[in-house]
Nanobody, 126 residues
């Protein structure tokens, strides 16, 4: 079992920045893919970004490329989402997610993650 807990959500004006944190616990994480998803009211949950604990490139949804950055701190078992130039359409509940890495694939999955946090609300005002 892997437990995930998000923090750092809140209210920010358009153009502002916010950083979300995801604390992971339960077992070793060096074989995990860590991801962020978001779900706006009335919409499906969508992939935002992901990175492997073991390193390598990060992957981003087109809607956040150039504005959001995912990072990790292995010593703290934490993953972060730095969100810059926020837009009202970024308003959503943001979820941290994790799944076991497939060593044979170069990318990351964009669905089907096994472990989920409870979510952090991010609201961007116009």
């Amino acid at each position: 079992q892997v437990q995930l807990a998000e923090s750092g959500g809140g209210l920010v004006q358009a153009g502002g920045s916010l950083r979300l944190s995801c604390a992971a616990s339960g077992r070793t994480f060096n074989s995990l893919v860590m991801a962020w998803f978001r779900q706006a009211p009335g919409k499906e949950r969508e992939f935002v970004t992901a990175i492997k604990w073991s390193g390598g490139s990060a992957y981003y949804a087109d809607s956040v490329t150039g504005r959001f950055t995912i990072s990790r701190d292995n010593a703290k078992n934490a993953v972060y989402l730095q969100m810059n130039n926020l837009k009202p359409e970024d308003t959503a509940v943001y979820y941290c997610a994790a799944d076991w890495e497939d060593p044979t694939r170069t990318g990351v999955p964009r669905s089907g993650y096994a472990y989920w946090g409870q979510g952090a609300q991010v609201t961007v005002s116009s």
